[in-house]
């Protein structure tokens, strides 16, 4: 299994929004309901931010949503703020028990 | 409150075996399954491992099939991975996650363990 494609960095300003795309193929993406995205802080442990495409966990401000479209998922944060600044991993179940992540976006605010 | 809390990571030589442990309180830990993923320094995570809460099911990725063995003992509320004929590749921050019921997501992590493979 291949992981799936992010874009190294993205960026925006305070109170902005910014969108980091995540595309995989019809075997995993595109294939299930299972999308989740992560945000790692330097030296700290992935968090939770998303899950099944576009649910949110308690505790996870309604700035962050997800969505899918074919083989390519998306995490929209709304209204950027300095603590939303790190990497943002995304992964999908693609059957069989595997799970695949992304090779990670790193998220700047300017 | 959930805390996962891994331990034995070190420096082992090429070839060498490691088993690494997470130690899980605030949930119903048989109750869930549990996720070995691993980030190498400055790269991104990998899944490693799944164990079914009873750990009568395992999966592993093809990197670590045949080498790495993951399990559980539900009676200490812990999880393990034994890692053997370790290649230099396997240099990395080892996490334990729980599983998200009826997701496939992993809700919490540890804080992750080092391992080194290096002579």
């Known amino acids: 299994q291949s992981a799936l494609t992010q874009p190294p960095s993205a960026s925006g300003s305070p109170g902005q929004s910014v969108t980091i795309s995540c595309t995989g193929t019809s075997s995993d993406v595109g294939g299930y309901n299972y999308v989740s995205w992560y945000q790692q802080h330097p030296g700290k442990a992935p968090k939770l931010m998303i899950y099944e495409v576009s649910k949110r966990p308690s505790g996870v401000p309604d700035r962050f949503s997800g969505s899918k479209s074919g083989n390519t998922a998306s995490l929209t944060v709304s209204g950027l703020q300095a603590e939303d600044e790190g990497d943002y991993y995304c992964?999908?179940?693609?059957?069989?028990?595997?799970?695949?992540f992304g090779g990670g976006t790193k998220l700047t605010v300017l | 409150e959930v805390q996962l809390l891994e331990s034995g990571g070190g420096l082992v030589q090429p070839g060498g075996s490691l088993r690494v442990s997470c130690a899980a309180s605030?949930?119903?830990?048989?109750?869930?399954?549990m996720t070995w993923v691993r980030q190498a320094p400055g790269k991104g995570l990998e899944w490693v491992s799944d164990?079914?809460?009873?750990?009568?099911?395992?999966y592993y990725a093809d990197s670590v099939k045949g080498r790495f063995t993951i399990s559980r003992d539900n009676s200490k509320n812990t999880l393990y991975l034994q890692m053997t004929s370790l290649r230099a590749e396997d240099t990395a921050v080892y996490y334990c996650?729980?599983?998200?019921?009826?997701?496939?997501?992993?809700?919490?992590w540890g804080q992750g363990t080092l391992v080194t493979v290096s002579s």
């Open positions: 996650a729980k599983a998200l019921t009826g997701s496939r997501a992993r809700d919490y």
């Open positions: 605030g949930f119903a830990f048989s109750s869930h399954a």
């Open positions: 992964s999908s179940y693609a059957g069989s028990k595997i799970l695949i």
């Open positions: 164990i079914s809460g009873s750990g009568g099911v395992t």
